[in-house]
């Protein structure tokens, strides 16, 4: 049997125990108590072994500049850096998908994939909002700004996962434009991707090929219908998405970055680390274990 015909069965089972009756045939109540055991082994089996799967993926990470103006996108950088640090010192690989700069070397939003050996396990707890305390480069009077920027965390959904219609995509083309906003190219390789059912919008301008910058919006497409999909199956009230990007807001904190202190505090662990400057540097391995102890 396959999982679902498991469950059914074990449903069947249940309203079979709800039966006063079952109880005047000792021998088959020991038949099914013996059945709905094993069939509960088999499904927590059938849950590890999704589970190991799952933990096992690739991931497509996004980061936004929150609350904060042009010290949010500098943030935002700064952790785009940390996480590709993070990922050069396990060995994993990293793609740019897309990007949105500003004109202090700032990021509004980066989209990038990372592929590695237990990348969705060690990276699905950095998904929230993250707070930064400190005095901005355009800060004239020296005193300390909050601000904040945004992470998500997608599986990379694969082809047999999510599988996408051609007349469900309405694909525009456009010039793509430098960080200062203006036209750097007279040809139109940008992609702009609208999946109409949806109406999730993903855009690339990172290549100088549309079909190299169409394959990376689709990656994109992909892995946020993915998560839409498993909270439908799931039956989550708030998507996904929303809820790890929530508004970025200072008070949808996870974790706080504070520079004066040299202090990192993850609000969900209670707990502080004061060498920010090595963890800035992509030194993450006692963050993310600390999930696992």
């Avoid at 998904?127 to 599986?155: F, N, W």
Wanted: charged letters at 35%.
């Amino acid at each position: 049997m396959d999982v679902e015909e498991l469950k059914n069965r074990l449903k069947e089972i249940e309203k079979d125990f709800s039966n006063p009756e079952i109880f005047n045939f000792p021998e088959k109540l020991k038949e099914l108590q013996k059945e709905y055991h094993l069939i509960k082994k088999e499904l927590a089996k059938a849950k590890s072994s999704f589970n190991d799967k799952e933990n096992n993926k690739n991931i497509i990470m996004e980061i936004r500049a929150g609350t904060g103006g042009e010290e949010a996108a500098l943030f935002a950088a700064d952790l785009f850096r940390m996480y590709s640090k993070f990922a050069e010192k396990k060995g994993w690989s990293t793609e740019l998908l897309s990007a949105s700069r500003t004109d202090l070397g700032g990021l509004k939003e980066i989209i990038f994939k990372i592929s590695g050996k237990d990348v969705l396990k060690t990276l699905k707890n950095e998904a929230g909002v993250h707070r930064v305390q400190r005095i901005p480069v355009t800060e004239k009077s020296g005193r300390i700004h909050t601000s904040t920027a945004s992470v998500a965390v997608l599986p990379e959904a694969t082809e047999t996962e999510i599988k996408i219609r051609p007349e469900d995509l309405k694909i525009e083309t456009f010039r793509a434009s430098s960080k200062g906003g203006q036209n750097v190219q007279k040809v139109e390789t940008a992609v702009r991707i609208t999946h109409l059912p949806t109406n999730l919008v993903v855009s690339c301008q990172e290549e100088r090929s549309q079909a190299r910058n169409k394959e990376k919006a689709l990656k994109i497409l992909m892995a946020r219908l993915l998560a839409l999909e498993r909270e439908k199956k799931e039956k989550e009230l708030i998507e996904t998405r929303r809820s790890q990007i929530k508004k970025a807001e200072r008070a949808d904190k996870i974790r706080t970055y504070n520079f004066p202190q040299n202090r990192v505090t993850d609000h969900r662990l209670n707990k502080s680390w004061y060498n920010l400057s090595e963890i800035m540097e992509g030194k993450l391995d006692e963050i993310v274990e600390s999930f696992n102890q």
